[in-house]
C-alpha cells in the first residue's frame, strides 16, 4: 500500500506542476487551485486517509504527501506572481499605446484660430 500511495503523490506532483505551466490567467489557474489542492482533490483524499494506513505506513505517506502539498503551494504562488507581472506589463504596454496615440493626435491637431466670443 505505502509503495502504491508513494507512487500516486509522485504522479499528483508530476501532472500538477506540467498542469501549472500550461496556466495563463487568473480563472484557470484558480481551476488548477481547486483539482489539486482542493479539499476534494487527490492529493487531499490521500493525506485525509492517513488514518487508514498502518502505522508503520503512516509518516512516511505523511511526510511524502506534505512535501508535494508544499511544492504544489509553492508553485502556485510563483505563478501568481508571474500572471500578475504579465498582466502588468500588458496593461502598461496598453497605456504607453494609449498615450503615444493620443500625443501624435494633439500633435496633429491645430489650435483654434477663432476669437472668443466673450
Do not use: F
Request: no cysteine.
Amino acid at each position: 500500500m505505502w509503495r502504491h500511495n508513494a507512487e500516486q503523490l509522485n504522479s499528483i506532483e508530476r501532472e500538477a506542476v506540467a498542469a501549472l505551466q500550461s496556466v495563463a490567467d487568473k480563472d484557470a489557474l484558480e481551476q488548477w487551485r481547486a483539482m489539486y489542492l482542493g479539499k476534494k482533490s487527490p492529493l487531499m483524499t490521500i493525506l485525509g486517509d492517513l488514518g487508514k494506513l498502518s502505522r508503520e505506513e503512516r509518516p512516511a505517506i505523511g511526510k511524502r504527501g506534505n512535501e508535494v502539498k508544499n511544492t504544489l503551494e509553492a508553485a502556485y504562488t510563483d505563478r501568481v506572481e508571474a500572471i500578475r507581472r504579465a498582466e502588468l506589463q500588458l496593461a502598461d504596454g496598453r497605456r504607453a499605446r494609449r498615450d503615444a496615440a493620443r500625443s501624435a493626435l494633439s500633435a496633429r491637431t491645430p489650435a483654434s484660430t477663432h476669437a472668443d466670443p466673450a
